[in-house]
């Protein structure tokens, strides 16, 4: 099975409609499409969170990508797969990620789609900056691995 693949990672937001469309467009050979996007959000941990920036290694990031992502299409026959990833500085409630996946069926779309975002935050080389404003005060921190994202990829 031949897939249709695509990574994109930009500094540029992303067009979630525009992005979803090329996962939707089927010519009846995929059964059901799954399409996970996560944003920039504030929790009980983030307080004060203004925005977060996000690097990456050129060359190397696009390629464990494509390797993370040969690895779902093999592992559940997927039709199509789209992963599109920012870089650079974004606000609140921008959109970081977008993966989507089509399959034969829909456990496959919505597995894959799963472990395509687990081995995402766990083996691509992003790293990620967060920027805070507390009492006047800007301060900036690292993110560092969390042991969840660890161990969500533990189980694949």
Same mark, same amino acid.
């Given at each position: 099975m031949c897939a249709d693949k695509q990574i994109i990672?930009?500094?540029?937001? +992303?067009?979630? !409609? #525009?992005?979803?469309?090329?996962? &939707?467009?089927n010519q009846g050979e995929s059964g059901a499409s799954v399409i996970f996007t996560g944003n920039v959000r504030v929790? &009980? /941990?983030?307080? #004060?969170? *203004? @925005?977060? *920036? +996000?690097e990456h290694y050129p060359g190397m990031t696009e390629s464990l990508l494509s %390797?993370?992502?040969? &690895? $779902?299409i093999k592992r559940w026959q997927l039709n199509r797969v789209l992963v599109a990833h920012r870089i650079g500085y974004l606000s609140l409630g921008e959109p970081i990620v977008f993966v989507g996946t089509c399959g034969l069926h829909r456990k /496959? $779309? !919505?597995?894959? $789609? /799963?472990?395509?975002?687990?081995?995402?935050?766990? %083996?691509? *080389? !992003?790293? %990620? %900056? /967060?920027? !805070? $404003?507390?009492? @006047?005060?800007m301060k900036d921190a690292w993110v560092e691995s969390k042991k969840s994202d660890l161990a969500a990829i533990d189980r694949w």
């Amino acid at each position: 099975m031949c897939a249709d693949k695509q990574i994109i990672i930009s500094d540029r937001s +992303l067009d979630i !409609f #525009g992005l979803n469309q090329i996962v &939707q467009s089927n010519q009846g050979e995929s059964g059901a499409s799954v399409i996970f996007t996560g944003n920039v959000r504030v929790s &009980q /941990e983030e307080q #004060g969170l *203004t @925005g977060l *920036t +996000l690097e990456h290694y050129p060359g190397m990031t696009e390629s464990l990508l494509s %390797k993370i992502v040969d &690895q $779902a299409i093999k592992r559940w026959q997927l039709n199509r797969v789209l992963v599109a990833h920012r870089i650079g500085y974004l606000s609140l409630g921008e959109p970081i990620v977008f993966v989507g996946t089509c399959g034969l069926h829909r456990k /496959e $779309a !919505f597995e894959s $789609a /799963e472990y395509i975002m687990d081995y995402l935050k766990h %083996k691509a *080389t !992003f790293w %990620k %900056k /967060e920027h !805070f $404003a507390n009492n @006047g005060q800007m301060k900036d921190a690292w993110v560092e691995s969390k042991k969840s994202d660890l161990a969500a990829i533990d189980r694949w």
